[in-house]
């Protein structure tokens, strides 16, 4: 054990700030992927409420082809339900790893003012394992775009269509629209 002389020198060292800085680096970037997928949630969330509000007027008979109408909505609001599922479980995924790094930065502060060579692999490990976390929520985000993508191409299917049918109840081609 230190004594306090020696515990105040080590604390105060600039070896434990140089060491915290790879951690501080890696929460910043945590925090920076966290803000943008809250904003994907937020973004899907306004998406719902406007396939509500489509949904609304077409039970209420005011826009055509509610037939095709509902079957589209239905399959767009099912996307939204798994792309939100999947930005929740990536949004999980980002607060392990924040909290990981701030306990590896944490962990390295201890390990200099109180601990050993037997316990410096502990700091280590929860960067690593934050980093896995970053990892698995960065692949959670990306099959999350897919599906964002699949959502824009069926709904640019379906502006196409409703193009078609205008189309043909006005006698016209869909390039003279």
Do not use: C
């Given at each position: 054990m230190?004594?306090?002389k020696?515990?105040?020198?080590?604390l105060s060292?600039a070896?434990?700030?140089t060491?915290?800085?790879t951690?501080?680096?890696l929460?910043?970037?945590?925090g920076t992927?966290?803000f943008?997928?809250?904003?994907r949630?937020?973004?899907?969330?306004d998406?719902v409420?406007?396939?509500?509000?489509?949904i609304?007027?077409?039970?209420?008979?005011?826009?055509?082809?509610?037939?095709?109408?509902m079957?589209?909505l239905?399959?767009?609001v099912q996307?939204?339900?798994v792309r939100?599922?999947?930005i929740?479980?990536?949004l999980?995924?980002?607060?392990?790893a924040t909290?990981?790094?701030?306990?590896?930065?944490l962990?390295i502060a201890f390990?200099?003012a109180?601990?050993s060579?037997?316990?410096?692999?502990?700091?280590?490990?929860?960067?690593?394992?934050?980093?896995l976390?970053?990892?698995?929520a960065s692949?959670?985000l990306?099959?999350?775009s897919?599906?964002?993508?699949?959502?824009?191409?069926?709904?640019?299917d379906?502006?196409?269509?409703l193009?078609?049918?205008?189309?043909k109840?006005?006698g016209?081609?869909?390039?003279?629209i």
């Amino acid at each position: 054990m230190l004594q306090d002389k020696e515990l105040l020198e080590a604390l105060s060292s600039a070896r434990v700030l140089t060491s915290m800085i790879t951690p501080a680096v890696l929460i910043s970037a945590a925090g920076t992927l966290i803000f943008s997928t809250s904003n994907r949630l937020g973004r899907v969330f306004d998406r719902v409420n406007s396939l509500k509000s489509e949904i609304e007027s077409v039970l209420a008979g005011t826009l055509p082809f509610a037939t095709a109408r509902m079957e589209f909505l239905k399959v767009q609001v099912q996307k939204q339900r798994v792309r939100a599922r999947l930005i929740q479980h990536a949004l999980a995924a980002l607060y392990t790893a924040t909290a990981l790094f701030v306990a590896s930065s944490l962990g390295i502060a201890f390990n200099v003012a109180y601990g050993s060579r037997e316990t410096s692999w502990i700091p280590t490990a929860l960067a690593l394992s934050g980093g896995l976390f970053l990892f698995a929520a960065s692949a959670i985000l990306i099959y999350e775009s897919r599906h964002n993508l699949t959502f824009i191409n069926r709904h640019i299917d379906f502006v196409e269509y409703l193009e078609e049918q205008y189309g043909k109840q006005n006698g016209k081609h869909t390039k003279d629209i």
